[in-house]
């Protein structure tokens, strides 16, 4: 009996939800700074070591909810897209500095400083870091991913991102 009650209450705890820790919004109000989340997937992404394309800004007018935090898109499309996997699109550890993370802080992540690996999106806050990231991504998550469990529901960080003032989202 107790087997089918521990079965039972795994099967149902895996359709609930699963929410992240606090969302990095900046002074912008909104989370990635007002940049659109679903459109990194359509960008070109640079090799190691060369600067990634700008991110795209969003539009005031076409915002999603998700994990307590705005979003905002720049079409209805990537809105829709969205929407049917928020979880898919965000980025890692609730838009706080990957390299950050795998030091075990919770520093703000710059939406221009972005990358894709294995199909999930990591930012960063400064182009220094971008460096020290680069040096070994795969290291950097592993390192990342075991310190995420500790400081995930800790308050997200409020600091400024370093030398850069966003121009998002579009109204």
Request: aromatic content about 12%; overall charge negative; some cysteine.
């Amino acid at each position: 009996m107790k087997r089918f009650a521990f079965a039972a209450l795994a099967a149902i705890s895996f359709g609930l939800p699963v929410f992240a820790g606090p969302q990095f919004v900046d002074q912008t109000g909104y989370a990635v700074s007002g940049y659109d989340v679903v459109a990194y997937r359509s960008l070109d992404q640079s090799a190691v070591g060369q600067p990634q394309a700008a991110a795209v800004p969003g539009r005031a007018d076409t915002t999603a909810e998700y994990n307590g935090a705005k979003f905002a898109f720049a079409s209805a499309e990537n809105r829709a897209k969205f929407l049917e996997n928020p979880a898919y699109f965000v980025p890692q550890y609730d838009g706080h500095c990957a390299y950050g993370v795998s030091k075990g802080g919770k520093v703000p992540g710059n939406p221009n400083l972005w990358r894709i690996v294995d199909d999930r999106l990591y930012l960063n806050i400064t182009k220094n870091v971008v460096g020290f990231w680069e040096e070994d991504i795969p290291g950097n998550i592993s390192l990342a991913e075991g310190n995420w469990t500790d400081i995930e529901p800790k308050e997200a960080s409020s600091n400024p991102i370093p030398n850069f003032t966003s121009s998002a989202p579009d109204h």
